[in-house]
């Protein structure tokens, strides 16, 4: 089986916001598997912020991209050559080999997908990573409690709208987003059954999330980091926690990005303010996929994607991550 793929190579590190520049479409063979090893014809391609952060040539909590070579990155496919017995042709896998339409690898380093009645691409999204990272943030970095005022901000995405759903299922007596248009606030209300959204663009985010939330907050899940971070520790209520989920207005690109200058509040008001990341909690893949799958199953949680066609478009669906496009939920590319 002679199999070709294209794929997104990183050509160069942008300084600032990405562009299309920093990117190119290439095409490559695709060997046949070898002993223990499985070809996989990819179906959906997942662009997440995480990525513009791993271009920079910086340390962090994972090593950046290299420069000539394929974008990292999540996928989901269907293995179509085997020489893994428990990975038989026509299995539904998750890697993480990222930008190309097609790969060869060793069948360990997949992730067997269970079926959960749900289109491949749900397994970027809701029940992929960012389902499970706001599962993680709302459940056991930061709970929710019962009666909470809860906090979302990126509400219309594809973290934010589930971590605001499940912070309902948690008991939250009120959930508020924010989002950077009121078109994305509409449906973050009318899709995913927030009692409020502002846009952030539109006046101070303090004086909206006043507004929209008059008594205060006890919960904040944090996707931005920045403006809306010192307006929730300004309008928090005293023992509220704060799940750091995200910092996207700040500091993706390398630039300093927003001060966060309220945090000396948080010591009065006996704040718990926690980062982190989704993969510390691996161990609880199961747990999530058994939870947030029966809440989608019977239609408790809903979601929403924003689908790209073809490789092509994949840059365009990656950088409109960033430049408050009208994209709602998760984006993948279809492939
Ligand atoms: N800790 C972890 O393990 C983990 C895992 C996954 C994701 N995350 C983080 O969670 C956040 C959300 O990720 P996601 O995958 O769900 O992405 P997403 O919300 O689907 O897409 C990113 C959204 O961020 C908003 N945005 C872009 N620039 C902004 C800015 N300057 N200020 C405020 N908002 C801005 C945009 O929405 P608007 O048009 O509404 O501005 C955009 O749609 C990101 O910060 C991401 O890095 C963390």
């Known amino acids: 089986m002679t199999l070709t793929s294209r794929e997104i190579h990183l050509v160069r590190r942008p300084a600032g916001a990405a562009t299309p520049d920093d990117f190119a479409l290439r095409e490559a063979e695709v060997r046949d598997p070898a002993e223990g090893e499985v070809t996989v014809r990819n179906s959906f391609l997942s662009v ?91 459940t056991l970095v930061a709970p ?15 973290v934010g709208s589930i971590a605001g759903q499940l912070a309902r299922v948690l008991g939250a007596s009120r959930v508020v987003g924010s989002a950077g248009a009121e078109e994305k606030c509409r449906a973050v209300e009318s899709d995913f059954g927030f009692d409020a959204c502002f846009s952030y663009r539109d006046g101070s985010p303090l004086h909206r999330l006043r507004e929209a939330a008059p008594d205060g907050i006890d919960h904040y899940f944090d996707n931005v980091g920045g403006a809306q971070l010192n307006a929730a520790l300004v309008h928090a209520r005293n023992h509220g926690r704060f799940a750091l989920c995200g910092s996207i207005s700040s500091g993706y690109d390398g630039s300093a990005g927003e001060p966060v200058t309220a945090l000396g509040l948080a010591v009065g008001k006996r704040l718990m303010l926690k980062g982190f990341i989704v993969s510390d909690f691996t161990d609880q893949q ?42 709602i939920g998760k984006v993948v590319v279809a492939v």
């Open 48 to 138: 997440d912020p995480y990525m513009r952060g791993r271009m920079n040539d910086v340390k962090s909590y994972v090593p950046p991209f290299e420069l000539g070579k394929v974008m990292q990155g999540g996928a989901v496919g269907r293995v179509v050559a085997s020489r893994d017995p428990a990975f038989p042709e026509g299995a539904l896998v998750a890697s993480g080999y990222g930008w190309r339409e097609a790969f060869t690898a060793k069948a360990a380093s997949l992730q067997p997908l269970p079926d959960l009645g749900v289109s491949d691409s749900a397994h970027l999204g809701v029940l992929g990573m960012p389902g499970m990272t706001a599962w993680a943030g709302v």
């Open 144 to 158: 929710v409690q019962e009666g909470d005022v809860a906090f979302v901000s990126a509400a219309s995405g594809a």
């Open 286 to 327: 199961q747990r999530f996929w058994d939870e947030v799958g029966s809440l989608v199953a019977d239609k408790t949680v809903t979601y929403r994607e924003t689908v790209f066609d073809g490789i092509q478009t994949m840059t365009e669906a990656f950088l409109g991550l960033f430049a408050g496009g009208g994209q």
